[in-house]
């Protein structure tokens, strides 16, 4: 139905684009009367139709590609915007659905740290390619202000209306600061309901905060009014930007295994927790002394009882039974390779099991390890020696938690093989190759008109592109968003966010270094301050809110949707009441 709808929208354009007519040379002083041409008589005096003819001349545009329809009327510039904006929107959608089936088969990686999110900027760098490429400096210097709405928009865009948008409806119950999955019974309640995101979503906001130093780089000669380093800053944050750019990718490229080793490790906390708590609720005696101190004999009787067939030694079976009778039912823990660990932990002498002295010690490190996890403020020792094992517990659940564990039972409607991957690779190809395709063809009318638009209407062509053009280019992935928060999960939560800062991240090096390239190629000057400005307020503030929490509760979302009316206005404060340039 969708390439139906494109097929014939298609055909529309190019028979709007197709009608022509021919236009009669008059001067003002003819008398001369005009035949309609088939009773060879007079029909009209040319005086009557020569302010018409005139009118047209005036009201002629030049077309895109010479048949691509255009007009200098506001209501036929806004016709096209839709009909160019659903184009670019389709184009979108493909390479968001290409993306998604392109993922599935080849999984993370390559694919998903350096294709898929320069896929899905690609639509804002085509547009803001064309903007500064077209026609001569003078032409290409005032399209460019659509390329830098467009840019500033899908920002701010991003990191408002769709951030606080994703908070509302992915909002769950919070229980100790965490959300519970699937549970929303608070309502609207602004302090104890809200989304939980995993410790990957706030490195993927640090690292869009860390994003925007190109764009401080760049604007570093308009802060010290210096006009003999322009030129040289633009040179610095394209090198910076492309850098930041690469490195991004091997980050998002090697991020997946790092993520499991950290998982691993959480989970093997998880194990030793699990065991102290056991071992303190079977303990004969405190397992801490009077002094706060490790009680040997304590952990030695404790051996006694665990060591089955008494023969001095704790082997992997015994270690394994003791794992499956403290019953880890809120991980997926695989026994096997816990107990692994364990041997790992405390087998110094490499034979494949443990003595009585080797089960001392390392009991004795892991009771100082869960005090070190309580810190200096922590409960005391001696009687309260269990409340440090609950602090460590309550901690290492949480840390377990936000690691965002892929097995737990979260991703069952993700599970399951690929049916026929050879067809579902092929089709994933063509998607991104038509939206690929659709961008590229249409980017260029699209900025034309909105130029047109703003010459019809007097609205600077940079507000136009500022709301406008983010809805076409960010939709696809502003609905995806919106529906994996709507799950109401930790996990999705995280992706949804993650989605976000990864955006607005290749928004600041992809597009930011397309953009830098045009304006120093070309010779452009950048006159940008406001703009710049807002992107550094809005990525600032949102993301040193989420690199330093995982918890947004409801209340956050007004902060999001306030910057929104707050980075327009701002915008037109500095440029039109202040000239900022």
């Known amino acids: 139905m969708r390439f139906r709808s494109l097929i014939s929208l298609l055909f529309l354009l190019f028979f709007t684009s197709s009608a022509y007519a021919r236009l009669v040379s008059l001067h003002p002083s003819s008398t001369d009367l005009i035949s309609d041409g088939v009773n060879g008589e007079p029909l009209i005096n040319s005086r009557s139709i020569i ?54 088969i080849l999984g993370p990686g ?26 001569d400096a003078a032409t290409a210097q005032t399209q460019v ?7 500033a928009g899908s920002t701010v865009m991003l990191l408002t209306v769709i951030w606080g948008t994703c908070t509302v409806v992915g909002k769950c119950d919070l229980r100790d600061s965490i959300a519970v999955n699937n549970q929303d019974t608070k309502g609207f309640h602004l302090k104890d309901s809200g989304v939980t995101v ?49 490195s991004y990718c091997v980050y998002q490229v090697f991020q997946p295994w790092i993520q499991r080793r950290r998982l691993a490790f959480a989970k093997h906390k998880h194990v030793i927790s699990g065991i102290l708590r056991h071992l303190k609720q079977h303990a004969l005696g405190r397992l801490l002394d009077d002094e706060g101190q490790p009680d040997e004999h304590v952990i030695r009787r404790l051996f006694e009882t665990i060591d089955a067939n008494k023969d001095g030694h ?59 996890a309580a810190g200096p403020s922590g409960p005391g020792a001696g009687p309260r020696t269990m409340k440090y094992l609950d602090h460590f517990h309550v901690q290492t659940k949480r840390e377990h938690a936000l690691l965002g564990d892929d097995d737990n039972g979260e991703n069952d409607e993700e599970s399951g093989e690929v049916a026929d991957p050879k067809w579902v690779t092929i089709k994933a190809a063509l998607l991104l190759l038509l939206g690929a395709a659709i961008a590229a063809a249409f980017a260029d009318p699209l900025v034309d008109t909105v130029n047109n638009f703003s010459a019809a209407t007097g609205i600077p062509s940079f507000f136009i592109s500022f709301i406008a053009l983010p809805l076409a280019t960010n939709s696809s992935e502003a609905v995806s968003a919106i529906i994996f928060a ?7 939560a995280s992706l949804t966010f993650s989605e976000l800062c990864g955006g607005v991240t290749m928004n600041n090096i992809l597009c930011l270094s397309v953009f830098l390239a045009i304006v120093y ?48 206005g701002l915008v037109y404060i500095l440029d039109y009441w202040f000239g900022w340039a």
């Open 51 to 104: 302010k018409t003819v005139v009118y047209a001349e005036e009201e002629a545009c030049e077309q895109t590609y010479g048949f691509m329809p255009c007009t200098k009327t506001a209501l036929g510039n806004v016709f096209l915007i839709l009909v160019y904006g659903f184009l670019m929107f389709t184009a979108a959608t493909y390479l968001s659905a290409g993306s998604e089936l392109l993922l599935e």
């Open 110 to 135: 390559i694919v998903g740290g350096l294709f898929l999110p320069m896929l899905g900027a690609l639509p804002d760098a085509m547009l803001i390619m064309v903007s500064g490429l077209s026609g």
């Open 145 to 151: 202000s659509v390329g830098m709405g467009l840019l």
């Open 198 to 246: 995993d410790v990957w979503t706030s490195y993927a906001a640090r690292i869009m905060a860390i994003s925007v130093i190109p764009f401080i780089i760049v604007q570093l000669p308009q802060m010290l009014d210096s006009t003999s380093g322009r030129h040289l800053a633009l040179l610095v944050a394209l090198i910076l930007s492309v850098l930041m750019l690469i």
């Open 314 to 372: 704790l082997s992997a079976a015994e270690l394994k039974a003791l794992i499956i009778g403290i019953s880890f039912e809120d991980i997926d823990l695989d026994k096997d390779d816990a107990v692994g660990k364990v041997l790992q932990d405390f087998d110094k002498t490499l034979d494949e099991q443990v003595d009585q002295e080797e089960f001392v010690r390392g009991i004795k490190r892991w009771l100082i390890q869960a005090m070190g």
């Open 486 to 492: 709507s799950r109401k999960k930790i996990r999705t």
């Open 521 to 568: 190629l070309r010779g452009l000057t950048w006159n940008f301050s406001s703009e710049v400005l807002v992107i550094l307020i809005v990525c600032l503030v949102m993301g040193g809110f989420a690199s330093f929490r995982t918890t947004y509760p409801l209340w956050t979302c007004f902060i999001a949707y306030l910057l929104y009316p707050f980075s327009l």
